[in-house]
Each structure stands twice: as structure tokens, then as C-alpha cells.
């Protein structure tokens, strides 16, 4: 099918409020396909739309003559071009208007700012012909962000920059945001925590001067890179989460305090200071005991619906099919691998959120964590989501017992938790014996959108 970006996009600037328009024109077809390659589909339309002046959107439609459902998906994450995530093509084939959502704004202001394009994209899906219901999603590091816009959308502001954080938030245009009718969270991380949980208390001193008796990367203490995989002993466990939780709190203090001087005029610069913190690493480069040792965060706590890898559900405890990861020596002294270069503003924005001292991670959860002390905190912000919910992990990925820690606090009362067998954060399988894994990931997702009563 031909990319419609001229036809959508003009109809998209007709629909869309005129203070929501960017006095811009829309890409080249040629210019899109050069930047995100092609777009086109045998069963589903793609077309471009601008959201205000820092934000675009590429809406996914079924073909016309297909069925199409009456509640529309506005999905984002907030780094990269999200326009060829798959959400879009898949839901589009299964009868649902999608759009993904790209928001221009550097997310190391944090991802709070992005907030008000995500509100222009659910009125603009919400304008649409025959839209009666809007969904918001959001994968990985948008999933959070998409439990911080619910929350705000239904609560206000006062959600995210109350007296409880360690940092508010600090964009402008949070007091009107347009109102989803639900959330879908893929395969969702817990925010702010997934920082605070990578500082690596050996290298407190420095990368350089790591303390041996905290080191998670020294055979001594469990790790064995030769035999692909770690093994750590309770006494360990314990030191190293308390070791981190007091640095945590270290980190913070230091933060704030530059804050306060930087608002009173006293700081290096009159907005933000560069902020260098040896040791803390994101991703795979995170210093997470769980990353190594697969005895932690390796299974749910109660049963919930694990969509097999032969298409059958079934209610069980969901176990982690996941490999260990490593890191190799050398970068566990690699500035922007396993220490980060950032700003004091940077790191409350992300990494803000206070571990308590009995914080641990355990089998099947994460205690000790205050959780709305972060306002990016996944969790934190579940408190406050009434609306109808679908937690959905990959069942070959670390975030199976976050997702339920998410679950469990979610206020909806129509809230759904499943597990994808087999899955990688990516969606695709991890073996060949799980079978095609992206697709049973967006049935699932189509048949709750689907299911009758529920918006």
C-alpha cells in the first residue's frame, strides 16, 4: 500500500486544534523513507501527522473495507523514531487505528516535557470518525512514561510534583491533559528505579578504585564470566543492596543540594550543572545483581496468564526463560556504559527515587523502595490509574516480576497482567521453540482491546 503522507497529513492539520498545528510542512514521502526506510503494508495504510511544533505522529489504519474498531491506540516511547515500532502495522491489522507517536524534545529533560504531545495525539485520535475510545501504550522506557501521563491526565499535576518527590516535575501545560479511556503497558520497566537500582556501590570511589568486597563483576564474590554465569550468596545479596541504597541516598543528598544552589544563584551555571556518577550504568551496562544471577527477579509471586508458546493460555506462576547477561571487564570502566555523563537535573529526573533500608531485590520482588518519591516511578504512578489496564511481559526478559509489582499497585479495578512465553523485550523469541512471539504478543493485545464491556 502507498505511503499517504500529503493526503493524511493534510486532513490530520484540518482535524487538529490550530494551537496544536506546527507552522511546518510535513516530510517527503522520499524524505520519510530515507529516515525510518519503508513504511508500506499489504494490509494497513500509514500516513504523517504533525503534533504541534515538537511533535509528529505516523497513524497506522486498516485497510478500507476492513473491520475497524471504535477505540484507537496512541503509542510512544521517549527516545528514536517510533514510527516503525511494530505496535502500529500489527494493530492496524487487527482492526485498530494506531498512532506512533515521536515527541521532539530531548528526553534527558526528562520525560515529563513530552506530556503535552502526548495529550495532542490522543485528541487528535480521539477527532477521528467512529473513535468512541482511546487507549494509550507504551513500550520499555514508554511504558513508564505512559503510567506518569494516565496518572497526571486523571489527577492533575499536583500527581507528579507534590511534596513526596525527590524532584518534581517540571513541565509546563500538565493541567489539561486529554484523558485516555485505558493503558497498555508492554514489557514495562519501573522508571525512575531502573537507574537507582544500576549504581554499583564498588565503584563509590571511583571506577578505578573499586572496593573488592562490593564488586558484583569479582569471581570472589560469585561472579564467573568463563562459565556464563553468577552465582551470589545471600551474605553478598545483602551487603551489596545496602551498600547501594547508601549510596543512593549519597547521590541524592549531593543532588539536591546542588539544586538549591543552583536556584539560589550559587551554581556553576544559572539552569543545571554537569553531573558525572562513576558506576551507573543503564541497560545491559546496569549494575544489577538479577542481570548475572538468574535466582533473582526469576519468577511472579501469584499465577496469571501465560499465552504459551502454542497459542493456549493458562494460569500459572510465570517463570523467567531468560539468559544471563554480562558484561566484559572492561566496561565496567567505560564512561557511558557503566558510569553515566549527565546533569544534576538529569539525574533526579531519571534516577530520582529513594531506596529505604531494607531495600532488596528477591526472587519474585523488590522491596524497601518508597515509590512515589520518583515521579517517573512506574509504580508510584499505578496508584493513582483507575482506568482499564493490561500489564504484558516478555516472558524472555528481566521485567516479569516489575510488571507485577506494577500490577499490584495499579488502582484500576480492571487490570489485566499476562506474560508472553518466550518473548524478548523486542517481542521476537529467544529460541525457535517459542514460535512466532511477536504475533501471539499483539493478539493478546487486540483481543483485550476487543473484549465486549470493557470501555
Not at 126 to 135: A, C, D, E, N, Y
Not at 185 to 197: E, I, K, Q, T
Not at 353 to 359: F, Q
Amino acid at each position: 500500500m502507498k505511503l499517504t503522507v500529503p493526503a493524511l497529513a493534510a486532513l490530520a492539520l484540518i482535524a487538529l486544534p490550530a494551537a496544536l498545528v506546527a507552522q511546518a510542512e510535513a516530510p517527503t514521502e522520499a524524505g520519510l523513507r530515507a529516515r525510518v526506510g519503508p513504511l508500506d503494508g499489504k494490509d494497513y495504510s500509514a500516513g504523517y501527522v504533525r503534533l504541534g511544533r515538537r511533535g509528529e505522529g505516523m497513524v497506522f489504519q486498516p485497510l478500507a473495507g476492513a473491520a475497524v474498531s471504535p477505540v484507537a491506540v496512541v503509542f510512544t516511547h521517549p527516545g528514536g523514531d517510533n514510527f516503525t515500532a511494530p505496535i502500529g502495522r500489527e494493530l492496524a491489522r487487527r482492526g485498530f487505528r494506531t498512532i506512533n507517536v515521536n515527541a521532539r524534545i530531548d528526553p534527558a529533560l526528562g520525560v515529563d516535557q513530552q506530556l503535552p504531545v502526548l495529550s495532542a495525539a490522543v485528541a487528535y485520535m480521539r477527532s477521528l470518525p467512529g473513535v468512541t475510545r482511546v487507549v494509550i501504550a507504551g513500550h520499555s522506557g514508554g511504558a513508564h512514561q505512559m503510567t506518569l501521563y494516565e496518572n497526571v491526565a486523571e489527577h492533575g499535576p499536583s500527581a507528579c510534583n507534590g511534596p513526596e518527590k525527590v524532584y518534581p516535575c517540571q513541565a509546563s501545560g500538565l493541567e489539561h491533559l486529554a484523558k485516555p479511556d485505558g493503558l497498555i503497558l508492554l514489557d514495562p520497566p519501573l522508571g525512575d528505579f531502573h537507574g537507582a537500582s544500576s549504581i554499583d556501590p564498588a565503584s563509590a570511589g571511583g571506577v578505578n578504585a573499586r572496593v573488592p568486597a562490593l564488586d558484583m563483576f569479582a569471581k570472589a564474590n560469585g561472579y564467573d564470566a568463563s562459565a556464563g554465569k553468577a552465582s551470589y550468596s545471600a551474605a553478598f545479596a545483602k551487603r551489596y543492596y545496602a551498600a547501594q541504597a547508601a549510596r543512593n541516598a549519597a547521590l541524592l543528598a549531593r543532588a539536591q543540594a546542588r539544586i538549591k544552589a543552583i536556584e539560589a544563584g550559587k551554581g556553576l551555571y544559572a539552569n543545571d550543572e554537569p553531573l558525572t556518577v562513576p558506576g551507573l550504568g543503564e541497560d545491559a551496562g546496569g549494575a544489577r545483581l538479577y542481570q548475572s544471577d538468574l535466582t533473582f527477579l526469576a519468577h511472579t509471586k501469584a499465577p496469571h496468564t501465560l499465552v504459551k508458546a502454542d497459542g493456549s493460555e493458562v494460569q500459572t506462576v510465570i517463570h523467567t526463560v531468560r539468559p544471563a547477561q554480562f558484561q566484559a571487564a572492561k566496561q565496567v570502566r567505560e564512561l557511558g556504559t557503566s558510569s553515566s555523563n549527565t546533569t544534576v537535573r538529569g539525574f533526579l529526573a531519571h534516577d530520582g527515587i529513594r531506596l529505604l533500608p531494607d531495600y532488596a531485590i528477591t526472587a519474585d520482588d523488590i522491596v524497601g523502595v518508597d515509590w512515589k518519591s520518583g515521579y517517573d516511578s512506574a509504580p508510584g504512578n499505578a496508584y493513582g490509574i483507575t482506568v482499564p489496564t493490561l500489564v504484558l511481559t516478555m516472558g524472555c526478559h528481566y521485567l516479569v516480576v516489575p510488571g507485577e509489582v506494577i500490577f499490584d499497585r495499579l488502582a484500576s479495578k480492571d487490570k489485566t497482567y499476562a506474560a508472553v512465553e518466550g518473548a524478548t523485550h523486542e517481542f521476537t523469541a529467544c529460541k525457535p521453540q517459542y514460535g512466532d512471539s511477536t504475533k501471539r504478543t499483539f493478539d493478546y493485545v487486540a483481543g483485550w482491546l476487543s473484549k465486549p464491556g470493557r470501555f
